[in-house]
């Protein structure tokens, strides 16, 4: 997942902002591997209009360029 973009929110919870394609190609590699998963796992894709996301707390920082001199 972080090799295509992916920031890790938590242990198991990514946030993930790309064009379609590499949704889509993600969604391919999710499903060559859905043969292996057990009934513990599972995985959520949401998708979310950014326009329309409200952020609290630390999540607001990473939409914002910050530049330290």
């Given at each position: 997942?972080?090799?295509?973009?992916?920031?890790?929110?938590?242990?198991?919870?990514?946030?993930?902002?790309?064009?379609?394609?590499?949704?889509?190609?993600?969604?391919?590699?999710?499903?060559?591997?859905?043969?292996?998963?057990?009934?513990?796992?599972?995985?959520?894709?949401?998708?979310v209009?950014?326009?329309?996301?409200?952020?609290?707390?630390?999540?607001?920082?990473?939409?914002?360029?910050?530049?330290?001199?």
């Amino acid at each position: 997942m972080i090799k295509n973009g992916a920031i890790r929110l938590q242990f198991s919870v990514y946030e993930l902002n790309n064009t379609n394609r590499i949704i889509d190609n993600l969604k391919l590699k999710i499903e060559k591997f859905a043969t292996r998963f057990s009934g513990s796992d599972s995985v959520i894709i949401f998708d979310v209009n950014p326009s329309s996301m409200i952020k609290y707390g630390n999540a607001i920082h990473r939409d914002t360029d910050i530049v330290f001199f």
